[in-house]
Every structure is written in structure tokens, then in C-alpha cells.
């Protein structure tokens, strides 16, 4: 027997754009300099006139557009440099500023790219269009094939999809982005909202479990993500905390789907273990934020549904109703009436 719901309750929400601005290791984008980098002209020129200690500042701020080499260090040598002067000048060269940034992104989590990727990528993260995002997201791959923030725009590309609700093409671009950086968290938290969903399922039913075990295998990764947040700068403890538990209430509630999916895979009946870790990841789910969402509720009526439980329905079901809108407040109302009805009937007496 199997009893699958056909409705999807409403989108995610943009997990990948709410990830990004709020700090989750995305791609720090490297700025332009504010001035143009200083020749070996410039520098030779300030030495002569004695002006060391500007230099060295002007070195710090704005780098050379030279490397140093023999030749260079035996011109700057006879404009009287120093060798506090000549290290400050290999320092401010392209390829060592270059490593510094490198090396700097790294310690931090974050990742620099170069001034044109910068502005395409701000420009796909900003599109509200999803067909322009997909397009967007598809040209950028295109251009920049070894983009070290493929795998974050392969990100907008499944949230993109997300908002058409085409499953299959959500999870096909999450995975590509976790074939690049598995710990990215806004792709582990889409697909694994994605594949549970009676879109996904359905279309694949042969395999169906298959699919949920990989599923329940994003979740792990992306609790462990979650996990390994850090705090970002200026936020309060009570924020970051907050934030954190918003992340996790949206993977239990991802377990519970999961679960709940799998307790009508069975042939003789619903399984009756898999209802209850459904019922318990909803649970944790909905306790977990301050601000639940009116899906989890309705998800977490129906494994009481399912286990008989009518009262704890009607309240999750209630619950749904007063936090939800459009077709899932009309759902849940419908889910009330029909269980407020069963239960009128069982507890009348039997007629003679």
C-alpha cells in the first residue's frame, strides 16, 4: 500500500541567496584596486626623491606592475634602495600579491576571483528571474570553465530551478556544485529539500529508495556544515546561534520528509518505525526556530495521521492553518474537518 501526497507544500526558501548573505564560506570577491598599480618608473622616481617611507606605504597600497628580477633589483639598487626597499617591492609584485590573496581567502574560509568574474557572478546572484539566472548561471559556466566559484554558481543555477519547481533539474545542478565543493551548504541544504519531494519521488519510483538514502547522506553533510560554521564578524552570539538553528530546524524537517516517504514504500502497509522518525525529525523540526515553517507542521499532521494519532494531527494540522497561506491553509483546514469528522463518528454509540 502506499499513500503518497502529490502537493508540493510551497518552495524552499532562497537558501542559497539568504546562505550567501549571511556568510556561509561563500566567494569573497576580489575588488579592483582603487588606484592603478605603480611602475618601475614611479618607484625609482619616489627613491630619488628620498621618500622611502611613502613608498613603502604606496608599495602596501597599491603593488607594482612588475616582478622583480636581477635586472630590476640593480636599477632600484642604484636609485638607492634599501633591502627593507627591495623585499617591500617583491612583496608588491603581481604574483606574490596574488599568493597573499590566496593564501589570505584560504585562512578565512573565503575565496578571491578576479574583477570581471566578480561582476558576473553579483549579476546572476541578484537576478530574481529564474529563466535569466539559469541563463546567467549556464553562460558563466561557458566562460569561466575553472572558476574557483563554479561550484556557488551551479548553486543559483538549482535555486534558479527551485522557483520553476523543476526537481529533477534542482538536484542535477546541486550535485554538479557538490561534485566541485561537497561542504557547500547551500547546495547540500537545496538537494536535500529536493529529493524528497513527491516531484522528485515520483519520477522516480524504481529507485525510490536509493534516492532517499543519498538524500539522508546530504542531510549528515550538511548538519556537519552547519556544524563547522563560524561566526561572522560583528554578529552577536544570540544571531549566529539563532542562525544556526534555523539551518538545522531545515534539515530535520528534510529527515522528516524522508521518513515519512519511506514509511509508504512498503507493499503490505505503512511502516510504522519510519512514521515515528518521521514524527520526531517534524518535531524537532518545528521546535528547533523561532520561526517554523507552516509545511513542517502539515508534514508533521500527517505522520500522526498516519499512526492514528488524531488529536496530535488536528493540532499540527491547526497549527499549519494559523502559520500558512493559500493551498496550505486550505489543506490543512480540509486535513481538520476530515479528522474532526472521523473522530465524531468513532465516538458514537453503536446503533442497536
Known amino acids: 500500500m502506499k499513500i503518497k501526497s502529490v502537493i508540493l507544500l510551497g518552495p524552499a526558501l532562497f537558501l542559497a541567496s539568504a546562505l550567501l548573505a549571511q556568510g556561509q564560506g561563500a566567494p569573497t570577491m576580489g575588488p579592483a584596486a582603487a588606484e592603478p598599480k605603480m611602475t618601475e618608473k614611479e618607484v625609482i622616481t619616489e627613491l630619488k626623491k628620498g621618500g622611502g617611507d611613502q613608498l613603502l606605504k604606496d608599495l602596501d597600497k ?3 606592475d612588475f616582478e622583480m628580477d636581477p635586472e630590476v633589483e640593480k636599477r632600484l639598487r642604484k636609485a638607492k634602495a634599501t633591502d627593507q626597499i627591495i623585499k617591500a617591492v617583491t612583496d608588491a609584485g603581481p604574483k606574490e600579491r596574488a599568493a597573499a590573496a590566496k593564501a589570505a581567502a584560504m585562512a578565512s574560509g573565503s575565496i578571491v576571483v578576479p574583477p570581471e568574474e566578480s561582476e558576473e557572478f553579483k549579476g546572476l ?22 572558476s574557483p566559484i563554479l561550484s556557488y554558481v551551479y548553486s543559483f543555477e538549482a535555486n534558479a530551478y527551485e522557483t520553476k519547481g523543476d526537481a529533477p533539474k ?10 566541485l565543493k561537497n561542504d557547500n551548504l547551500m547546495s547540500l541544504m537545496i538537494v536535500a529539500y529536493a529529493i524528497p519531494t513527491p516531484q522528485y519521488v515520483n519520477a522516480h519510483q524504481a ?51 524522508i521518513h515519512l516517504d519511506r ?90
Open 62 to 64: 597599491r603593488g607594482v
Open 125 to 146: 546572484q541578484s537576478e530574481l528571474d529564474p529563466d535569466k539566472a539559469i541563463a546567467l548561471a549556464q553562460a558563466f559556466v561557458q566562460k569561466h570553465p575553472s
Open 170 to 179: 534542482i538536484v542535477e545542478a546541486a550535485e554538479k556544485s557538490l561534485a
Open 207 to 257: 529507485d525510490e529508495d536509493k534516492q532517499l538514502t543519498k538524500a539522508e547522506g546530504y542531510c549528515q553533510q550538511a548538519l556537519k556544515a552547519i556544524d563547522d560554521l563560524k561566526k561572522q564578524p560583528n554578529e552577536a552570539d544570540a544571531d549566529f546561534a539563532r542562525r544556526k538553528a534555523s539551518y538545522v530546524a531545515n534539515i530535520h524537517a528534510d529527515l522528516g520528509m
Open 263 to 352: 514509511a509508504q514504500l512498503g507493499l503490505m502497509g505503512l511502516d510504522k518505525e519510519e512514521l515515528s522518525k518521521s514524527e520526531k525529525e517534524y518535531t524537532l523540526a518545528v521546535q528547533g526556530t523561532d520561526h517554523p515553517e507552516p509545511s513542517d507542521y502539515y508534514r508533521l499532521g500527517e505522520a500522526y495521521r498516519l499512526q492514528g494519532k488524531l488529536d496530535e494531527a488536528i493540532a499540527a494540522f491547526t497549527k499549519a492553518s494559523e502559520l500558512g497561506q493559500g493551498m496550505i491553509k486550505q489543506y490543512a483546514e480540509q486535513q481538520i474537518d476530515a479528522l474532526k469528522k472521523a473522530k465524531s463518528q468513532s465516538a458514537a454509540p453503536a446503533k442497536p
